[in-house]
């Protein structure tokens, strides 16, 4: 006797492939796409994580600090794709190791400022060219002309979906 969930998945496949329609998640889209992400950005994990120490969400927060010289909390989340809850968890993350500080927004005392320290831009500045020798490493794969189309593809499907 079959376990129901086979029984089921069964049934599902075989009323799917009488409507004609199927699904083969290896080939779609979204999902290669996603694993793609995933797996390039474990790939630079390596960099920060185990060199640096850092979370993901720190390191999204301390390159976007690194490329300024303060800026509202509030504006990580959409630079970072980080939600308001991980974007405090990272600042905090940040600032209790002394590579980032926080004030209050002189106009609106429940706005909080991020800078780096100077211990956060010495780090930042030591990081930068590992990421950028293992983007190069990753794009390695790749002909010029392709990190070219590449590239054209990527803003073309994010100016397509914002």
Avoid at 51 to 73: D, K, N, P, Y
Avoid at 113 to 128: F, Q, S
């Amino acid at each position: 006797m079959r376990h129901p969930s086979v029984a089921r998945g069964n049934a599902a496949k075989a009323t799917a492939a009488q409507d004609g329609v199927e699904l083969d998640l290896q080939r779609y889209f979204p999902y290669r796409l996603a694993r793609l992400a995933e797996q390039v950005s474990l790939a630079v994990a390596e960099v920060y994580s185990e060199r640096f120490a850092l979370t993901r969400q720190e390191w999204r927060v301390l390159a976007i600090l690194g490329m300024r010289s303060a800026i509202a909390t509030k504006e990580i989340g959409p630079l970072t794709t980080l939600d308001k809850m991980q974007v405090s968890r990272a600042v905090q993350g940040l600032e209790s190791r002394g590579i980032a500080s926080r004030k209050h927004y002189p106009d609106d005392r429940r706005e909080l400022i991020v800078a780096l320290t100077p211990a956060g831009r010495a780090l930042y500045r030591k990081i930068v060219p590992y990421a950028l020798a293992r983007e190069t490493k990753l794009l390695g794969a790749l002909t010029a002309e392709e990190v070219v189309v590449l590239d054209r593809v990527m803003r073309k499907l994010s100016a397509a979906l914002a």
